[in-house]
């Protein structure tokens, strides 16, 4: 039984998620300690019991000590069975952990599956739907299965309440390398908000036209969602390319002007654009568990996070591959899996 210990590394959730999709795909058993010590309520949160409960729900896997607030817990995998499945939250968790969770054990399954997914679906410290739908689902694609996301509802924290469909069309994960972004092709900024004064996300978008002063005034645009889906509101700045899209967020928070949060993000996307690495830093990170799974591969990356170096690690607890992660002179860093 793999033994880790939850407040190395990173120290968060993920370390509970990846090794529950790990642990499906090698049959290895896992005990984990220790979980989200680092963070201010360390412990399983709902969506982390969630998640943890839906691996269980698609493989018969058994886990002891699943409990909200719970510091450690056992998993023993099962054998994952295609199917329809659906997970409610039931808070604003985000749908998005979910989804990481069983995503690649059922795309490695012997048949096609579908999900219905419930709870938060524009999150803080979570990808949002349109990040996983725009830019971390093309690349899965790209090495094999077909994976389809629609958002029938949005939800955001802390209401939640939101609904994502996936349609999962299963195939062994061929290696491929994400070398070069290539040519722009296009970049937009969208403030996304409902419940909430219109001059709130109409000042986010002034904030991000004048930081990315070069990005021409067609490109940015409000939407209002209906008033039962919030209230929240979201800035995502998106920039195109032939290879990649990369999709930049920034959450709402009360006490935090909108202002601000238009300025991190316009920063984060300009960093991005300057850059010439492939992956931003969520997508290397989310990157990390399809290409060990396929067995090879390589991508370019701006500095990576503790996340992906957590990835990192935990993929070779259960696997054994050899990764490394090497900067390069033009400062960008080269993922290999080998």
Same mark, same amino acid.
Request: proline share 7%; net charge neutral; with cysteine.
């Given at each position: ?33 220790? %979980? ?21 729900? %698609? ?119 994400? %070398? ?159």
């Amino acid at each position: 039984m793999i033994t880790i210990d939850g407040s190395e590394g990173e120290g968060g959730g993920q370390m509970v998620r990846n090794s529950c999709a790990l642990s499906l795909v090698t049959g290895e058993p896992f005990r984990i300690s220790n %979980i989200r010590a680092k963070r201010s309520k360390p412990g399983l949160m709902r969506q982390h019991v969630t998640a943890v409960e839906a691996a269980c729900v %698609i493989s018969g896997s058994e886990c002891s000590g699943l409990t909200v607030g719970a510091s450690e817990l056992e998993f023993r995998p099962g054998r994952v069975t295609p199917g329809e499945y659906r997970c409610a939250v039931g808070t604003a968790g985000s749908t998005g952990l979910v989804l990481q969770t069983v995503l690649m054990p059922l795309i490695l399954a012997e048949g096609p599956s579908r999900l219905i997914l419930e709870g938060g679906t524009h999150n803080m410290l979570a990808p949002p739907f349109d990040f996983i739908e725009r830019t971390f689902l093309p690349v899965i694609n790209r090495m094999g299965p077909s994976v389809s996301a629609r958002i029938v509802r949005h939800g955001f924290y802390p209401r939640g309440g939101g609904r994502i469909e996936i349609d999962i069309t299963p195939a062994l994960l061929a290696p491929i390398d994400c %070398i070069e972004r290539g040519e722009q092709l296009g970049v937009s900024g969208q403030a996304v908000f409902t419940g909430l004064p219109f001059e709130i996300p109409e000042r986010m978008l002034a904030r991000a036209r004048r930081d990315l002063s070069d990005w021409p005034d067609s490109a940015f645009a409000v939407r209002e969602l209906p008033a039962d889906q919030g209230p929240g509101v979201i800035l995502m700045l998106e920039a195109q390319y032939a290879n990649v899209t990369e999709v930049v967020s920034g959450f709402g928070q009360l006490g935090v002007p909108a202002e601000r949060l238009a300025k991190t993000s316009a920063a984060r996307m300009k960093g991005y654009i300057e850059a010439s690495a492939f992956a931003g830093p969520y997508l290397a990170d989310q990157l990390v568990l399809p290409f060990v799974l396929a067995g090879g591969g390589s991508l370019t990356t701006v500095k990576p996070s503790q996340h992906t170096l957590t990835a990192i690690d935990i993929a070779k607890r259960f696997t054994g591959r050899r990764i490394e992660l090497t900067r390069q002179d033009s400062g960008e860093h080269l993922l290999t899996v080998g």
